[in-house]
T-cell receptor
Framework: DAGVTQSPTHLIKTRGQQVTLRCSPK?????VSWYQQALGQGPQFIFQ???????QRGNFPDRFSGHQFPNYSSELNVNALLLGDSALYLC??????????FGPGTRLTVT | QKEVEQNSGPLSVPEGAIASLNCTYS??????FFWYRQYSGKSPELIMF??SNGDKEDGRFTAQLNKASQYVSLLIRDSQPSDSATYLC??????????WGAGTKLIIKP
């Protein structure tokens, strides 16, 4: 039974560029949540997708957008990258928003 | 503002002893409580969840919840060096959003 997968593992981008991160949920899960985690801090909630709709959103600007596909996989898009966007981006899947299981994360570095 | 508070540590515990990690939360409407373990450079791993007042045991781990005091704790018995990690407390609000503490760094000394 495959767990949550994310791609890519690492990414280096330049300020002003755009990035797309991908997530495939654990088998049987229908909900995907995205988090940003800076070094030494807890994860910060970006948004959650359920039934292809954004169900909840944290305190992140509109530069952060997402999508969920019919197979429950999801993408996180970040436009106009800033140096402060450098972080570990985590995807978590769950069944209807209950216990959340994390993927390995994508380490984004903005230079 | 919904908040989850944890002592940042580090908490140093001798091998074989009991490690006690604590968490308080501000939202009285919270229903679900989670403990995650995170090794340096890795993603969080769910190790315990608890929904009702009282204790919940799973192997060497026990989660304790007291909703009246807005307090949740994690006990690790027979601590091992491999338990050295950052432990994150997360509280789920009525909108399924997880509110996270900043984590407690636990060090198990051989």
């Amino acid at each position: 039974d495959a767990g949550v997968t994310q791609s890519p593992t690492h990414l280096i981008k330049t300020r002003g560029q755009q990035v797309t991160l991908r997530c495939s949920p654990k088998s049987g899960h229908d909900t995907v949540s995205w988090y940003q985690q800076a070094l030494g801090q807890g994860p910060q909630f970006i948004f959650q997708y359920y039934e292809e709709e954004e169900r909840q959103r944290g305190n992140f600007p509109d530069r952060f957008s997402g999508h969920q596909f019919p197979n429950y996989s999801s993408e996180l898009n970040v436009n106009a990258l800033l140096l402060g966007d450098s972080a570990l981006y985590l995807c978590a899947s769950s069944l209807s928003g209950n216990e959340q299981y994390f993927g390995p994360g994508t380490r984004l570095t903005v230079t | 503002q919904k908040e989850v508070e944890q002592n940042s540590g580090p908490l140093s515990v001798p091998e074989g002893a009991i490690a006690s990690l604590n968490c308080t939360y501000s939202d009285r409407g919270s229903q679900s409580f989670f403990w995650y373990r995170q090794y340096s450079g890795k993603s969080p791993e769910l190790i315990m969840f608890i929904y009702s007042n009282g204790d919940k045991e799973d192997g060497r781990f026990t989660a304790q919840l007291n909703k009246a005091s807005q307090y949740v704790s994690l006990l690790i018995r027979d601590s091992q060096p491999s338990d050295s990690a950052t432990y994150l407390c997360a509280v789920q609000d009525s909108n399924y959003q997880l509110i996270w503490g900043a984590g407690t760094k636990l060090i198990i000394k051989p």
